[in-house]
């Protein structure tokens, strides 16, 4: 079995290659959403926009922003990985390897939605050039939905690839003891993923019918810094690997080093700039009649 990056064979070199060519269209697509999105903030390079129109397109923004971090912080996360099950052959469609193969397609297909389903069109603006043409009904339920749907299949995947295709060394034999094994597997490479998912259906169930610009952009926001803590929490499992010392020996990216203070200081951060977001938007109405 293969132990870092470097050993990958041809194909596995093949599959990494398909994955970065989906990557690719989905940049270039959110490329073009964020090239129209300046057109429309500049007039064109005009800059003829009046304030109060740039303020309705902040949502839009808030938008374009999550995708654009989403699909970065992934990229580099993907190529940095080091599990097993991420250089693996795949030796026929009746594999684990496959299945991992076809999530990270779904993974791809999840971010170019996320970034598709930002609420605008630029086609209609090119008939009158208002803003109010290019912006069709804000929500933030589909970004949340989405994100949803990308940290349970971050959840997923991390079993398949750093649980079920890396097996602890020295090997087991028993099947039972195999399955018995996945337990503290999910608890230790899937758990901060799991939490990320129920803290957006959390976020989820917070937003009131009608969703305003402020409560939108809110939102937005704190995605963005879910994502941002889910990435900063993965440090923690240094500490779960501690508690269940035998998934140290899976082949995976090492966790060998325990969060800074620095790192608990941002994780902190990150948490109550969260729980702060969740209170902004329940109180947003009370906001509006401040700021009204």
Not at 24 to 46: C, G, K, P, R
Not at 110 to 134: C, P, Q, R, W
Request: aromatic share 14%; hydrophobic share 50%.
């Amino acid at each position: 079995m293969a132990t870092s990056a470097s050993q990958n064979s041809p194909q596995s070199e093949l599959q990494k290659a398909f994955i970065i060519m989906i990557f690719a269209f989905v940049v270039s697509f959110l490329a073009q959403e964020i090239a129209e999105f300046l057109i429309v903030l500049t007039d064109n390079w005009q800059f003829k926009s009046s304030h109060e129109s740039w303020i309705n397109l902040i949502p839009i923004a808030s938008h374009m922003t999550l995708a654009l971090l989403m699909i970065s912080i992934s990229w580099i996360s993907w190529s940095k990985s080091k599990a097993a099950g991420n250089i693996q052959d795949i030796e026929n469609i009746f594999t684990i390897k496959f299945i991992s193969f076809i999530l990270e397609i779904l993974l791809v297909t999840l971010y170019y939605s996320l970034a598709k389903s930002v609420e605008v069109d630029f086609a209609n603006y090119g008939k009158d050039k208002t803003i109010s043409s290019y912006i069709t009904k804000l929500s933030a339920r589909p970004e949340i939905l989405q994100m949803m749907l990308i940290f349970s299949m971050f959840a997923l995947w991390d079993f398949i690839a750093d649980v079920v295709l890396s097996p602890r060394n020295p090997p087991i034999t028993k099947k039972l003891k195999i399955y018995q094994s996945y337990i503290p597997g999910i608890v230790v490479y899937c758990l901060i993923s799991i939490l990320c998912g129920l803290a957006t259906i959390l976020l989820y169930l917070s937003l009131p019918e009608t969703e305003s610009a402020l409560v939108v952009t809110v939102a937005d926001f704190a995605l963005i810094v879910l994502l941002f803590l889910f990435m900063k929490a993965k440090k923690l499992e240094y500490y779960l690997c501690k508690w269940f010392p035998s998934e140290a020996s899976r082949v995976n990216t090492n966790r060998n080093t325990p969060p800074t203070v620095s790192n608990w200081c941002v994780l902190v951060c990150f948490f109550s700039l969260f729980l702060f977001s969740i209170l902004i938007i329940k109180l947003e109405p009370c906001i509006q009649k401040l700021l009204g």
